[in-house]
């Protein structure tokens, strides 16, 4: 039976060391960036996400100086592009909850990829709206932050996997897991499966396959780091290339 996620202690097994380089792509609010931060005491932690509201909803809370949120998405080019902003409301969900935990509507489906059979599947998300952001290269940031090796990239991007790869080619041979949710549907505009997606990324190979993620280890990824220091030029979030 496929379980649900990857866990803290399987993680910290993985990774093995308490100052990682933790990359979370289409990170909402941050939660798990947050919680890499409490798991690894010496980590830095990059959190990518395009929306505003989840943003401002991370920016409102007390912060973790280790974690950066950097407010743009990651793609196959540099510039600008259209997100398809998601919004309703959860079926049943209680008048307390939807202020507490949706107060500009539901921001979890969001996605660069316009949606397909997400409309389907799930009819009570909406996607009447789309905004521009900013976009750049995961290739793109690495060699203007100066983070050249990465212990985890955790990617929940809404079916933009493949674009995700494309624009990180080289960084991708420096980061030794890289975690991602997948679906056999294609919820988004040419959004891929698990086998489609593993295509991608021969020089991976699977640790174990969840019920809509799966956990990949590279296979000739570095064994210790070489830590750069100029990542902290990089922080302010309007610098996207």
């Known amino acids: 039976m496929l379980r649900d996620g990857a866990d803290r202690d399987q993680l910290i097994n993985l990774i093995g060391r308490s100052n990682p380089t933790i990359l979370e792509v289409g990170a909402h609010m941050a939660d798990q960036s947050v919680r890499f931060a409490e798991w690894f005491p010496y980590a830095q932690v990059f959190a990518f996400e395009p929306d505003p509201r989840p943003i401002r909803n991370f920016l409102s809370r007390p912060g973790n100086p280790r974690v950066h949120m950097i407010e743009c998405a990651l793609g196959n080019y540099i510039g600008k592009t259209t997100f398809y902003q998601s919004d309703g409301v959860p079926p049943a969900t209680p008048e307390e909850d939807i202020k507490k935990y949706h107060p500009e509507g539901w921001d979890h489906s969001g996605s660069i990829r316009p949606p397909k059979e997400h409309l389907s599947e799930f009819p009570w998300v909406k996607f009447d709206n789309t905004i521009e952001v900013d976009v750049t290269t995961l290739d793109a940031w690495s060699e203007s932050s100066g983070v050249k090796y990465i212990d985890l990239i955790w990617a929940d ?22 975690y991602t949710e997948f679906s056999e549907k294609e919820l988004y505009s040419g959004a891929l499966d698990a086998e489609a997606i593993l295509k991608l990324l021969p020089e991976f190979e699977l640790i174990e396959m969840f019920k809509h993620d799966m956990l990949l280890r590279n296979k000739r990824a570095w064994d210790q780091p070489i830590r750069s220091s100029s990542w902290r030029g990089w922080l302010s979030p309007n610098r996207y290339t």
């Not at 991007?157 to 890289?178: I, M, P, S, Y």
């Open 157 to 178: 991007v809404q079916g933009a996997e493949q674009d995700l790869v494309a624009g990180g080619r080289k960084c991708l041979r420096n980061t030794r897991f890289f």
